[in-house]
T-cell receptor, first 115, second 110 residues
Framework: EPEVTQTPSHQVTQMGQEVILRCVPISNHLYFYWYRQILGQKVEFLVSFYNNEISEKSEIFDDQFSVERPDGSNFTLKIRSTKLEDSAMYFC?????????????FGPGTRLTVL | KNEVEQSPQNLTAQEGEFITINCSYSVGISALHWLQQHPGGGIVSLFMLSSGKKKHGRLIATINIQEKHSSLHITASHPRDSAVYICAAPSNFGNEKLTFGTGTRLTIIP
């Protein structure tokens, strides 16, 4: 069964460093998402991406964050200068259908630890 | 902004018991998602439903769109059902961001 994959599974970085989290969505999906979950808290929406551009972003997704689909298969989240409060589990998700509510398939997550 | 509330926050039950987890949301939506988060953190989509009831194995999800309420039931619960169960509502524009509930931590004791 097709699945969303994410790399790395765990990333440790120093405050102020740039990190890139990578995701490979399911191949025929059209909508892509990044969510994050700070330890002990609920999952929060960061950004959605469709047709090679951001379709919606949350207040969390400030200028330090960017997303890209560089080669038609990978979907990346970059944090330009990490802060301690960026430590969280980051989930990528994808869904198939255009402009209709549909199941979102989640990757296994990347645990980001900022020291 | 949609507010998604779940109850209970924690639930411990004996193996074999019938489990019910409730979800309510503040803004009318076209569909609701139920998700399962494993102890390791991974999230699996269980159901996406827009009306009535859906069943998958021992899991049953129901939704009442007018009352803005959904329930997830587990029949003949088993220790492997122990996980966090989360409901999530999409934005009204469809296929956009999910707003997540806080989750219900379910523990099934053998």
């Amino acid at each position: 069964e097709p699945e969303v994959t994410q790399t790395p599974s765990h990333q440790v970085t120093q405050m102020g460093q740039e990190v890139i989290l990578r995701c490979v969505p399911i191949s025929n999906h059209l909508y892509f998402y990044w969510y994050r979950q700070i330890l002990g808290q609920k999952v929060e929406f960061l950004v959605s991406f469709y047709n090679n551009e951001i379709s919606e972003k949350s207040e969390i997704f400030d200028d330090q964050f960017s997303v890209e689909r560089p080669d038609g298969s990978n979907f990346t989240l970059k944090i330009r200068s990490t802060k301690l409060e960026d430590s969280a589990m980051y989930f990528c998700a994808s869904s198939a259908r255009d402009r209709e509510a549909d199941t979102q398939y989640f990757g296994p997550g990347t645990r980001l630890t900022v020291l | 902004k949609n507010e998604v509330e779940q109850s209970p926050q924690n639930l411990t039950a004996q193996e074999g018991e019938f489990i019910t987890i409730n979800c309510s949301y503040s803004v009318g939506i076209s569909a609701l998602h139920w998700l399962q988060q494993h102890p390791g953190g991974g999230i699996v989509s269980l159901f996406m439903l827009s009306s009535g009831k859906k069943k998958h194995g021992r899991l049953i999800a129901t939704i009442n769109i007018q009352e803005k309420h959904s329930s997830l039931h587990i029949t003949a619960s088993h220790p492997r059902d122990s996980a966090v169960y989360i409901c999530a509502a999409p934005s009204n524009f469809g296929n956009e961001k999910l707003t997540f509930g806080t989750g219900t931590r379910l523990t099934i004791i053998p």
